[in-house]
């Protein structure tokens, strides 16, 4: 099994270690992420839980024991059945404390109700700790292999891997000829470097919907940096600097869109 060592301080809200290892999430979780499952029954249990366990305090703070008695038992079978769901983590579960919770409330003595709570309640951390963020980076957030974007310098379709290959390679083409002073062949770069940099947007509405989230990290500020470069390129005496400058404008909309979308990338493949 491959394990990835990672002390982002992203995760250290997390878990409270300094350093987490990361497993990759057990196959017969897969069945309740998509793509196999829109549903994630999985995660909704996890809801079910908290929401049940807040039933039963709010409950019993109203001295409603008859309807804390009916979250509790919603608890201990929403637990049961999670055990269930995905055998390679069921030590994790330890079922007779979800009785002795019931238990607890059926005798309605408050400090037996809260040991048992604790008692359970740390069987749901010590899974978290474990395994609660390499799922989310893992599950939540959705593949790049089968999207596809067409590069509008030899005009045939790669995936974003490939894709982004082809944008850096373009960019550092350009560098490289402008350090060697080698004008013509850093505009010929430049330029195809702001033609494919300029056609990233289209991919953005195959997972986004919302007109804002693209605005934010490839709208009108990205493309008028874009402009701003490509201005540099045409001017009849290239400024170096001047390029150099509006290049680092444009990388950080590279920056920006890495540090949402590529980092789970990375982590994903590592756990491949
Ligand atoms: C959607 C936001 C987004 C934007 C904007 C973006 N990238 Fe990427 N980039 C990604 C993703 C996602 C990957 C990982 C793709 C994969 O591995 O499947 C990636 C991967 C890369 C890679 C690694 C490719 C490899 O060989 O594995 C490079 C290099 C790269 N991008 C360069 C750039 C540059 C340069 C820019 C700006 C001009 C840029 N990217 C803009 C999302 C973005
Ligand atoms: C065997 C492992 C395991 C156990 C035991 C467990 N959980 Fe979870 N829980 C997870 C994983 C994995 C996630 C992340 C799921 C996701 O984000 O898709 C999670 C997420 C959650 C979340 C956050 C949901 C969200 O929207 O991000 C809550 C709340 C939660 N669990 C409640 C509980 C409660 C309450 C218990 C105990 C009664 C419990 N869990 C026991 C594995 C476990
Ligand atoms: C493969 C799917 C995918 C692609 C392609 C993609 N994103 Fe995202 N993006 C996500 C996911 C998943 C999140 C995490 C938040 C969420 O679940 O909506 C996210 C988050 C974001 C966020 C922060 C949260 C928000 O919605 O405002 C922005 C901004 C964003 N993306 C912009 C872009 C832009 C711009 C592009 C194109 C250059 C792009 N994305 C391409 C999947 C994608």
Redesign the pocket.
Same mark, same amino acid.
């Given at each position: 099994m491959k394990r990835l060592y990672l002390a982002f301080a992203l995760l250290v809200g997390i878990s409270f270690s300094q350093q987490i290892t990361m497993k990759r999430p057990p196959k017969s979780l897969e069945k309740y992420y998509p793509p196999q499952s829109q549903r994630m029954e999985y995660l909704s249990n996890m809801h079910t839980m908290s929401v049940a366990f807040h039933g039963i305090n709010l409950n019993i703070n109203e001295g409603r024991w008859d309807k804390a008695l009916e979250w509790a038992n919603q608890l201990k079978k929403t637990y049961e059945e999670s055990a269930r769901m995905v055998p390679e983590w069921r030590d994790y579960f330890k079922p007779a404390l979800a009785d002795n919770l019931v238990k607890a409330v059926q005798s309605k003595n408050v400090d037996a109700v809260i040991n048992a709570s604790r008692e359970l309640g740390q069987t749901c951390s010590k899974c978290h700790q474990d395994n609660q963020a390499v799922v989310k980076l893992y599950y939540h957030f959705p593949?790049?292999?089968n999207?596809t974007l067409e590069d509008p310098v030899e005009l045939q379709n790669l995936?974003?891997?490939?894709?982004?290959?082809k944008?850096?390679?373009s960019?550092k083409s350009l560098r490289v000829f402008l350090l060697q002073g080698e004008v013509s062949k850093a505009r010929e770069h430049g330029d195809n470097?702001v033609e494919? !940099?300029k056609q990233? #947007?289209t991919?953005?509405t195959k997972c986004h919907t919302s007109k804002a989230s693209i605005e934010s990290? !490839?709208g009108k500020e990205?493309l008028t940096a874009l402009d701003n470069l490509q201005k540099a390129l045409k001017a009849p005496q290239i400024n170096r600097d001047n390029v150099f400058k509006h290049l680092s404008e444009?990388?950080q909309?590279?920056?920006?869109?890495?540090n949402?979308?590529?980092i789970?990338?990375?982590v994903q #493949?590592a756990l491949k």
């Amino acid at each position: 099994m491959k394990r990835l060592y990672l002390a982002f301080a992203l995760l250290v809200g997390i878990s409270f270690s300094q350093q987490i290892t990361m497993k990759r999430p057990p196959k017969s979780l897969e069945k309740y992420y998509p793509p196999q499952s829109q549903r994630m029954e999985y995660l909704s249990n996890m809801h079910t839980m908290s929401v049940a366990f807040h039933g039963i305090n709010l409950n019993i703070n109203e001295g409603r024991w008859d309807k804390a008695l009916e979250w509790a038992n919603q608890l201990k079978k929403t637990y049961e059945e999670s055990a269930r769901m995905v055998p390679e983590w069921r030590d994790y579960f330890k079922p007779a404390l979800a009785d002795n919770l019931v238990k607890a409330v059926q005798s309605k003595n408050v400090d037996a109700v809260i040991n048992a709570s604790r008692e359970l309640g740390q069987t749901c951390s010590k899974c978290h700790q474990d395994n609660q963020a390499v799922v989310k980076l893992y599950y939540h957030f959705p593949r790049y292999d089968n999207i596809t974007l067409e590069d509008p310098v030899e005009l045939q379709n790669l995936k974003t891997k490939d894709y982004m290959k082809k944008l850096s390679d373009s960019m550092k083409s350009l560098r490289v000829f402008l350090l060697q002073g080698e004008v013509s062949k850093a505009r010929e770069h430049g330029d195809n470097f702001v033609e494919r !940099a300029k056609q990233l #947007n289209t991919m953005c509405t195959k997972c986004h919907t919302s007109k804002a989230s693209i605005e934010s990290l !490839a709208g009108k500020e990205y493309l008028t940096a874009l402009d701003n470069l490509q201005k540099a390129l045409k001017a009849p005496q290239i400024n170096r600097d001047n390029v150099f400058k509006h290049l680092s404008e444009v990388g950080q909309f590279c920056y920006r869109c890495h540090n949402v979308h590529l980092i789970p990338v990375l982590v994903q #493949n590592a756990l491949k």
